[in-house]
């Protein structure tokens, strides 16, 4: 099994649609949740930065960490045709900048 | 803005030759990594340098070299490259005590 878990998709929705991206992870030491964003024959992006459990809101992003759970969530509200990328989730179990875990990603499609 | 720059976007190498790939980042960081990004297998870290001259094993060195003698260039070699070898090969950098990584645009490399 996989340290860290995501459905590779694609996950397909219509513009406009509030999409929820998830990873789930086994171990309960991580901390520290990042997601990226990948665009088709480009590096990833970091979009989001959270630290233990809560939310975070940037814009139209909203990350969600429940460590009870070991489960991680990217809500994308309005999406939009420029949405449709690979999401990559990250985590940490230290912020001394070592090495990441990464999900596989979950590739997603927005339909004009 | 941080920037990763990867020496080439794409390459197509022959078997057994010698390989270099370079990154180059311009934000004083002094984390640099090496992945490789395969479908189904997500991202893999083959090396990690934490300062100049200074490396790190990461999951999978095996057919892998690094280099780093100046902190803004992190290189990777492949001393004999073999077919299994073709990937995609994204660079990364951090500062030394923070997790967000930062990415270049990657290298599709081909061995045939």
């Known amino acids: 099994q996989k340290e860290v878990e995501q459905d590779p998709g694609p996950l397909s929705v219509p513009e406009g649609a509030i999409v929820s991206l998830n990873c789930t992870y086994s171990n309960s030491a991580f901390q520290y949740f990042m997601w990226y964003r990948q665009y088709s024959r480009k590096g990833p992006e970091l979009l989001m930065y959270?630290?233990?459990?809560g939310n975070k809101e940037d814009g139209r992003f909203t990350a969600q960490v429940d460590k009870s759970s070991k489960y991680i969530s990217l809500f994308i509200r309005d999406s939009q045709p420029s949405d449709s990328a690979t999401y990559l989730c990250?985590?940490?179990?230290?912020?001394?900048?070592?090495?990441?875990?990464f999900g596989g990603g979950t590739r997603l499609m927005v339909k004009p | 803005d941080v920037k990763v720059t990867q020496s080439s976007r794409y390459l197509v190498k022959r078997t057994g030759e010698k390989v270099f790939l370079e990154c180059v980042q311009d934000m004083d960081h002094e984390n640099m990594f090496w992945y490789r990004q395969d479908p189904g297998l997500g991202l893999r870290l083959i090396y990690f340098?934490?300062?100049?001259?200074?490396?790190e094993k990461g999951d999978i060195p095996e057919g892998y070299s690094v280099s780093r003698e100046k902190k803004e260039r992190f290189s990777l070699i492949l001393e004999s490259a073999s077919t299994n070898q073709t990937s995609m090969y994204l660079c990364?950098?951090?500062?030394?005590?923070?997790?967000?990584?930062?990415f270049g645009p990657g290298t599709r490399l081909t061995v045939t």
């Open positions: 990364a950098s951090s500062l030394l005590d923070r997790n967000e990584q930062y």
């Open positions: 990250a985590m940490s179990h230290n912020n001394a900048g070592n090495m990441l875990t």
């Open positions: 340098s934490y300062d100049v001259k200074m490396k």
């Open positions: 959270t630290y233990s459990s």
